[in-house]
């Protein structure tokens, strides 16, 4: 049975994940969160942070520095406007998720300490502010020269 005919089969949403590496004295290390066990997808489950593309990552004015979303279409294998979102949702649930913040001031220096933007965490769960107001807020792009693209996956 195809899937077009398939009664039960969901639509294919867009998502991104983020595997946050960092170099240490004994040899790389990788970040995961367990998710609590009453969500209704992977409830219980030891993850990478990230989710759902939102609405709101639907921005073309987002402030962003590193590689275009053209560059990320190419590798993405998909149009410009979905690269952007796939990219933009990776930053924002990372730092949503865990408080990574995949940001550089606008004069090209790296976030330094993320823990000062803690309330527009809550902020941005909650859907009372976008990813996009908030780096402009804040004065930040988003860093996406600090992601790679890595693999596609469909759960």
């Not at 049975?1 to 089969?9: K, L, S, W, Y």
């Not at 979303?69 to 190419?74: L, R, V, Y």
């Not at 410009?80 to 990776?90: K, S, Y």
């Not at 309330?119 to 992601?147: I, M, Q, V």
Request: charged fraction near 30%; glycine fraction near 8%.
């Amino acid at each position: 049975m195809t899937e077009g005919n398939d009664p039960t089969a969901r639509p294919i949403k867009d998502a991104s994940t983020v595997m946050v590496m960092r170099d240490s004295d004994r040899g790389p290390e990788v970040f995961v969160a367990r998710r609590v066990r009453g969500m209704a997808f992977a409830g219980g489950m030891t993850v990478f942070p990230g989710g759902g593309v939102d609405a709101s990552d639907d921005d073309p004015d987002v402030a962003w520095s590193g590689p275009a979303p053209a560059w990320w279409a190419e590798r993405f294998d998909c149009d410009v406007p979905r690269a952007r979102r796939l990219v933009c949702a990776a930053a924002r649930e990372t730092f949503e998720e865990c408080g990574v913040l995949l940001a550089d001031h606008l004069d090209g220096s790296p976030v330094a300490d993320a823990g000062r933007y803690h309330s527009s965490r809550e902020e941005l769960e909650s859907h009372r502010l976008t990813f996009s107001a908030f780096l402009a807020d804040e004065d930040l792009s988003l860093a996406a020269g600090r992601l790679r693209p890595y693999d596609h996956w469909i759960t």
